[in-house]
């Protein structure tokens, strides 16, 4: 699947995607609306709809919409997680976005490792580097941004390079 983690500063993911044949790829998952960035986790085709209908509508509208598709008798349900400009972070929970109340979260097959590390008190992409070693789905270089200054950053690790 994949792991997307903010630490209240720094939105990361993973870069892994494999398609329905189990072919591996690498790719981009953090994306820039408008006023938001956001990470999602599921089926790239059902994501890619759902980003096509939401990334030029402002944040409120994007909010009120939430996720018209994400309807659990499907096998097309993704999570998504929108940060805004300020650090306010929101999550869906089904077809509804709800707005987070810790300082930090972290989505996707690799959740539970980066909250964990970022508990423990390591930054999200640190957190993402942790949850490539446990979670198979998690994998290839670190992508991340700096809600504070907008600036994008990889890790040091090849996009490559998947779990040890």
């Not at 408008?34 to 890619?48: Q, R, V």
């Not at 999550?91 to 707005?99: D, I, N």
Request: hydrophobic share 40%; net charge negative; aromatic share 10%.
């Amino acid at each position: 699947m994949t792991t997307i983690a903010f630490d209240g500063k720094t939105l990361a993911a993973d870069s892994l995607a494999v398609d329905g044949n189990g072919l591996m790829h690498y790719v981009e998952k953090i994306k820039r609306g408008d006023g938001f960035f956001c990470g999602a986790a599921g089926p790239s085709h059902a994501i890619k709809k759902w980003w096509i209908g939401s990334k030029d509508k402002p944040l409120a509208e994007v909010l009120q919409r939430g996720m018209p598709d994400n309807e659990s008798s499907t096998d097309d349900v993704i999570q998504v997680m929108l940060v805004t400009l300020t650090g306010e972070i929101f999550y869906t929970v089904g077809q509804f976005f709800e707005k987070n109340t810790r300082q930090f979260l972290a989505i996707g097959s690799g959740r539970d490792f980066a909250m964990s590390a970022m508990y423990l008190g390591e930054s999200a992409t640190s957190a993402i580097e942790v949850a490539k070693v446990f979670d198979h789905g998690t994998g290839g270089a670190v992508h991340a941004v700096d809600i504070s200054k907008r600036n994008y950053c990889r890790s040091a690790h090849s996009a490559e390079a998947n779990n040890p």
